[in-house]
């Protein structure tokens, strides 16, 4: 599979270059970015070009991975699709439900795999931890806590200068993760609860249409000491908690496009495809109506 790179900022520094380099089912053929200037230093530093024209890129792969903000990645994720490029998306794929029902549509009407880039979901314990539990049932609770500090006082996050992070908060950048992980055990949501925490905290109420119900804490301004990821489920079998991340978001990356292979070879949509990146984000769009209302929304 020939696969372009969209981006050129830290997480495509850090993350996806290296890892389309290295994965060996793919062939890594160049870097498209706002800035083209920055496409060529990220695609020289692998020995591939960087395009100063889209349209020539998506025109000379068969996919691509997508490593910009979501105010930026809806359209591009269309234009791609629309090209016959299979998708590997960040989350969340928009910040409105129109720009994500767009990227969906585009999917379905152009028949191209797609994969949402949820790095719990893709997680090497993860992954069996999620469909043991999702085969149990019989859940009654469940609580996810993702607190980071990328905004914190003290902070030396690469991420910090992220001007949509800034603007949209927790409830956009980390809300899909816990998402990601909730939705597939206890089942979709029906109703959000949003309340408003100290700086960009945010707790969320869902109720699931399974009969459970779950809470989430989220946070990019937690103090430095009090931050980290935790979820537990509580049901009929006990007390079960998601395993502590052993590795970090490139190997997450290798299954993710490991994924979005196998999709496109087989025809067959992954659970984290483009439709569920668009559930994720109504989801997210209703906790922020809440958050506004004061008042539950129904999802």
Known sequence: MRIGLLGAGPWAERVHAPVLAEHPGLEFTGVWARRPEAATALGGAYGVPGYADLDQLLAEVDAVSIALPPTVQAGLAVRAAQAGCHLLLDKPVALTVPDAQAVAEAVRAHEVASVVFFTVRFGGEQIPWIEQQAGLGGWFTGRSD???????????????????????????????????????????????????????????????????????????????????????LRGEHGVAHLPERGEGPTAALHRALDALQASAATGQPHPCDAQFGLRVVEILAGAEHSLTTGTPVAV
């Open 146 to 232: 993702w607190l980071g500090s990328v905004f914190a006082p003290g902070s030396t996050s690469p991420y910090a200068a992220s001007p949509w992070r800034e603007e949209k908060g927790a409830l956009w950048d980390v809300g899909p993760h816990a998402l990601s992980v909730l939705l597939p055990v206890l089942g979709d949501a029906t109703q959000v609860t949003a309340v408003a925490g100290p700086l960009d905290t945010v707790h969320l109420v869902l109720r699931h249409a399974d009969g459970a119900s779950s809470t989430l804490a989220l946070s990019l301004t937690a103090p430095v000491g009090a931050g980290g990821v935790g979820l537990e």
